[in-house]
Each structure stands twice: as structure tokens, then as C-alpha cells.
């Protein structure tokens, strides 16, 4: 059974940082894109980063040149390095997992069949 746990969470002040981890159990997934989504409360869940199983990475413009996503696939978890943080970015944050393979990058939620609980992030200004 596929399991999908994100960690890394936290409340910090504005112009700060954290980095997110999810991590992803049940089978290998070094042949599977994964995602980072969020969600604020009030809107609809967006996509933030991806990262395909070529190592290929997408990121919303909205966090461009502030977040980075990355994976290790010996540990079958996929990390989000979140720099320059700003109140807007505060939402849960949801790890999504693609069960097809060897497929192109997606920034489409749909795309993703395994999600995490997510792991809330709050901004003080």
C-alpha cells in the first residue's frame, strides 16, 4: 500500500525559510514524477513545484526563484526548499505522488493518484 507522508511544517516570519519533506512508501518511486501542492484556506488546491523521474523540475510562477523542489530516490522522498518566505504563502502543503511511469512532468493535480495529509506552513508578517 502506497503511503505519502509530508513533514517540515512550521510557522516563521516573513523573508524566512523552510524545507519540506515527503517521503513515500510501498513500492520505488524513482520512475515517478512527484508534486507540491498547497492549499490556503478559502481557495482551491495549486500547484507549486514538480519534479519528473528524470529530474526535470516545474515550478509556479508564484514561487519561481524563491522554492526549489528536489528528490533522492534512494530514500523515495522529494524535498521543498522554500526561501524568502511571504504571509501569501501560507497554506497546507500537499506531497502528490504519479503512479504512471516514465512519464513527462504535470502540473495538473488530476495527474497525481497518492497524496499526502499535508504539512501546514504559516507566514507572519
Known amino acids: 500500500q502506497v503511503q505519502v507522508t509530508e513533514s517540515g511544517g512550521g510557522l516563521v516570519q516573513a523573508g524566512g525559510s523552510l524545507r519540506l519533506s515527503c517521503a513515500a512508501s510501498g513500492r520505488t518511486f524513482s520512475a515517478n514524477n512527484m508534486g507540491w501542492f498547497r492549499q490556503a484556506p478559502g481557495k482551491e488546491r495549486e500547484f507549486v513545484a514538480a519534479?519528473?523521474?528524470?529530474?526535470?523540475?516545474t515550478n509556479s510562477d508564484s514561487v519561481k526563484g524563491r522554492f526549489a523542489i528536489s528528490r533522492d530516490n534512494a530514500k523515495n522522498t522529494v524535498y521543498l526548499q522554500m526561501n524568502s518566505l511571504k504571509p501569501e504563502d501560507t497554506a497546507v502543503y500537499y506531497c502528490?505522488?504519479?503512479?504512471?511511469?516514465?512519464?513527462?512532468?504535470?502540473?495538473?493535480?488530476?495527474?497525481?493518484?497518492?497524496w499526502g495529509q499535508g504539512t501546514q506552513v504559516t507566514v507572519s508578517s
Open positions: 519534479i519528473s523521474w528524470t529530474g526535470g523540475k
Open positions: 502528490a505522488v504519479q503512479d504512471i511511469l516514465y512519464s513527462s512532468g504535470t502540473s495538473d493535480l488530476s495527474d497525481y493518484n497518492y
